[in-house]
């Protein structure tokens, strides 16, 4: 069998990939059985010269070595069209079911929860200033600017009611009323505001309430702390 190498990039490691469907179990035994026996017979010099045998057992291998050709050929196609298939699913994924990290390559560093006598109400992701950064979820842009101890800061407004805040960039890409799909760059990082060092500050907010954005983000395939994604960044755009 000749050997099929993938042409989809592995764009995000530990990313779950969509499955794809089973070959066909018939076209691979038949195809298995036809050429294994061919294989045998040449293996052992089964086969007579051809000078020493009649036309019509000649006609009969000859027919035997296209139908072996034939059926594989037809297990090969077969086994392209369950990869289209998978893939087509893939593709379908509405937005409202893609989320995914807001940027690659940081240090999960100060979580959610009480620092210096406050309520840090959000995680810090330290990464170099500059680093762009990503809408977690598809939304609309409710504010895109100066924010006050955020600095320069992202709030998307998600189709659930919840909202997502980006804080601390040291600029913002879009504009607000826009409306932007997960994967789509909000911004980039930095440490504007009140800061200490370059970082993207992560706020989610359910009812006009903080949450801890790490158990919000495992019920819906992110796990921020491990930098795991359930979907390919190509989904969220397609």
Known sequence: MRQRLSSEPDRYRGRRRVPTPPRS??????????????????????????????????????????????????????ERASRDSGRGGADEISAE????????????????????????????????????????????????GWFGGYGYAVIVQHADGSEAIYGHSSAVSVQEGQQVKAGDQLGLVGNTGHSYGSHLHLEVHVNGEPLDPVPFLQERGVDIKLQVEAFYSDVSTS
Do not use: N
Not at 60 to 73: G, I, K, M, N
Not at 109 to 138: C, N
């Open 25 to 78: 179990r018939y076209a691979a035994v038949v195809t298995t059985a036809f050429v294994g026996a061919g294989v045998v017979a040449l293996g052992a010099g089964a086969l007579p010269d051809a000078k020493s045998v009649s036309p019509s057992v000649l006609d009969e291998l000859r027919a035997s070595a296209a139908l072996s050709e034939d059926l594989a050929s037809r297990g090969e196609s077969a």
């Open 97 to 144: 079911e893609v989320w995914l990290l807001p940027l690659q390559g940081y240090d999960f560093t100060s979580p959610y929860g009480m620092r210096w006598g406050k309520l840090h109400t959000g995680v810090d992701l330290v990464a170099p200033e500059g680093t762009p950064y990503v809408a977690i979820h598809a939304g609309k842009v409710t504010k895109a």
